[in-house]
């Protein structure tokens, strides 16, 4: 195949779609393999083309109809959002009336990478400096979006704002999709800075008006996106911001120690991020996959693996889909910090989020304290009354032992022994929290001195 791209099949295979060819182009610069790969492409569905023009039209316009449907029927990201939306968004193309543009936007999904943002009467889409195209993957059509959310960016000296916009069926990844289903669509996150726009960032026949609300960008982005959504039948969509009434942290932010955050850090897997408690629901981000769980869609909050500093959160969510079965996953964000504990918990309770921290299945992911067993030994009950009581009446109970086995022992003149042997099973439990090693020998060196 060599590595420089087969022009002269690919206008071929995609003769009639300059917006196709110019996508494929513009990728081909990623490297050799690509353009291996588009050129075995372009070979393939020219081979699918009839050989004599004599050939019906319609045949040629069928063929070319599949191509372009192709993509939204398998539920692509990016290439979904070209094909007819329900509400008959058609294709984003360069030839768009663009009504604003934005330069230098840095984008976070689906690539992260600094291009133009174009708003159009129908789509959003991104495209680079010196194309006037699309760029494949980065195009959605406004009747297509369901949550927008403007969120800070965690961890940055200078304020700066994430924005989000899920499209359909694209707030939640199934960890185990099933057989033939279509891979989950991305949102487009995209960056901006807490300042106004710099002279020549904005062009478009809207320039004019968008200079009056052009104090900074987060001003103009709010009118941008709220009125699009607007003018596409989504009036009640509202862009959603943390409130600190709402959620916030415990835990202070090292590079702005003056600002409560809406966030705390929590790992999803091996990826790290953080959760957002929100007004509609639960966000974790800002790594791929995105996740949103709406309240709707949550069916139940535990929290398991409860540490002296961490604890897990687990949200159980409602998978199904209309006219299927009931399908439910269980979703674990972990490592959360243990101060944030209050706040978290009074956030699932003041929306009602169903607690299951008490439910058998999650028995499995704790200790078994105070558990009620059956005559084989399986447990069938809890006498627990609550997850994070858990330490309390464990220490509660070793007091206990601990009392019993001193009176046990005690004899007349060995009261250092007994201190020493007291201080030998506090030493033990340090040790399982990973601290406090050296204590325990003191109170030894002491006893024996004693």
Same mark, same amino acid.
């Given at each position: 195949?060599?590595?420089?791209?087969?022009?002269?099949?690919?206008?071929?295979?995609?003769?009639?779609?300059?917006?196709?060819?110019?996508?494929?182009?513009?990728?081909?610069?990623?490297?050799?393999?690509?353009?291996?790969?588009?050129?075995?492409?372009?070979?393939?569905?020219?081979?699918?083309?009839?050989?004599?023009?004599?050939?019906?039209?319609?045949?040629?316009?069928?063929?070319?109809?599949?191509?372009?449907?192709?993509?939204?029927?398998?539920?692509?990201?990016?290439?979904?959002?070209?094909?007819?939306?329900?509400?008959?968004?058609?294709?984003?193309?360069?030839?768009?009336?663009?009504?604003?543009?934005?330069?230098?936007?840095?984008?976070?999904?689906?690539?992260?990478?600094?291009?133009?943002?174009?708003?159009?009467?129908?789509?959003?889409?991104?495209?680079?400096?010196?194309?006037?195209?699309?760029?494949?993957?980065?195009?959605?059509?406004?009747?297509?979006?369901?949550?927008?959310?403007?969120?800070?960016?965690?961890?940055?000296?200078?304020?700066?704002?994430?924005?989000?916009?899920?499209?359909?069926?694209?707030?939640?990844?199934?960890?185990?999709?099933?057989?033939?289903?279509?891979?989950?669509?991305?949102?487009?996150?995209?960056?901006?800075?807490?300042?106004?726009?710099?002279?020549?960032?904005?062009?478009?026949?809207?320039?004019?008006?968008?200079?009056?609300?052009?104090?900074?960008?987060?001003?103009?982005?709010?009118?941008?996106?709220?009125?699009?959504?607007?003018?596409?039948?989504?009036?009640?969509?509202?862009?959603?911001?943390?409130?600190?009434?709402?959620?916030?942290?415990?835990?202070?932010?090292?590079?702005?120690?003056?600002?409560?955050?809406?966030?705390?850090?929590?790992?999803?897997?091996?990826?790290?991020?953080?959760?957002?408690?929100?007004?509609?629901?639960?966000?974790?981000?800002?790594?791929?996959?995105?996740?949103?769980?709406?309240?709707?869609?949550?069916?139940?909050?535990?929290?398991?693996?409860?540490?002296?500093?961490?604890?897990?959160?687990?949200?159980?969510?409602?998978?199904?889909?209309? &006219?299927? /079965?009931?399908?439910? $996953?269980?979703?674990?964000? *972990?490592?959360? @910090?243990?101060? #944030?504990?209050?706040?978290?918990? !009074?956030?699932?309770?003041?929306?009602?989020?169903?607690?299951?921290?008490?439910?058998?299945?999650?028995?499995?992911?704790?200790?078994?304290?105070?558990?009620v067993k059956d005559e084989d030994g399986n447990v069938i009950g809890n006498a627990e009354a609550g997850e994070l009581e858990k330490a309390a009446i464990e220490a509660e109970q070793e007091a206990m032992d601990l009392e019993d086995e001193e009176e046990e022992?005690?004899?007349? &003149?060995? /009261?250092?022994?007994? $201190?020493?042997?007291?201080? *030998?099973?506090? @030493?033990?439990? #340090?040790?399982?929290?990973?601290? !406090?090693?050296?204590?325990?020998?003191?109170?030894?060196?002491?006893?024996?001195?004693?």
């Open positions: 195949m060599g590595s420089t791209l087969d022009t002269k099949s690919l206008d071929k295979a995609f003769e009639g779609r300059p917006d196709l060819q110019a996508a494929i182009r513009n990728a081909a610069a990623g490297g050799p393999n690509y353009i291996e790969l588009f050129n075995e492409i372009s070979l393939h569905v020219s081979s699918l083309i009839p050989p004599s023009s004599s050939e019906p039209a319609s045949k040629k316009r069928r063929l070319d109809e599949e191509l372009t449907s192709r993509p939204a029927s398998k539920g692509t990201n990016g290439h979904a959002k070209s094909a007819p939306s329900a509400t008959g968004a058609g294709a984003a193309s360069g030839n768009d009336p663009v009504l604003l543009e934005i330069k230098d936007i840095s984008l976070v999904i689906p690539q992260r990478k600094k291009y133009t943002l174009c708003f159009t009467s129908s789509h959003l889409y991104a495209r680079l400096p010196d194309s006037k195209e699309p760029i494949a993957g980065i195009r959605y059509a406004w009747s297509d979006i369901d949550y927008a959310f403007c969120l800070p960016v965690p961890e940055k000296t200078q304020k700066q704002y994430n924005y989000i916009l899920f499209p359909k069926n694209s707030i939640i990844t199934p960890t185990r999709p099933a057989t033939g289903a279509p891979p989950t669509p991305e949102p487009i996150v995209f960056t901006i800075p807490d300042s106004a726009p710099k002279p020549g960032t904005i062009s478009g026949p809207e320039a004019a008006a968008a200079s009056a609300v052009a104090d900074d960008f987060k001003t103009l982005l709010d009118w941008q996106i709220t009125a699009r959504l607007r003018a596409a039948g989504k009036s009640n969509l509202k862009i959603v911001e943390g409130d600190v009434k709402l959620f916030a942290s415990e835990q202070k932010q090292a590079h702005r120690p003056g600002e409560k955050a809406v966030f705390v850090k929590a790992f999803r897997g091996s990826k790290d991020g953080y959760l957002f408690f929100l007004p509609n629901g639960i966000l974790w981000g800002f790594k791929k996959p995105m996740m949103f769980l709406p309240h709707e869609r949550i069916a139940a909050v535990s929290y398991t693996s409860v540490l002296q500093r961490t604890f897990n959160l687990s949200v159980e969510v409602d998978m199904s889909v209309a &006219g299927g /079965e009931e399908v439910k $996953e269980e979703f674990e964000l *972990s490592m959360l @910090d243990q101060e #944030d504990f209050g706040g978290i918990d !009074g956030f699932v309770r003041r929306h009602g989020l169903q607690d299951k921290s008490m439910a058998e299945q999650r028995k499995a992911k704790r200790l078994n304290v105070n558990v022992d005690y004899e007349p &003149g060995s /009261e250092g022994e007994s $201190e020493g042997s007291g201080s *030998s099973s506090e @030493d033990d439990d #340090d040790d399982e929290d990973g601290e !406090g090693g050296g204590d325990g020998e003191d109170s030894e060196e002491e006893g024996d001195e004693l």
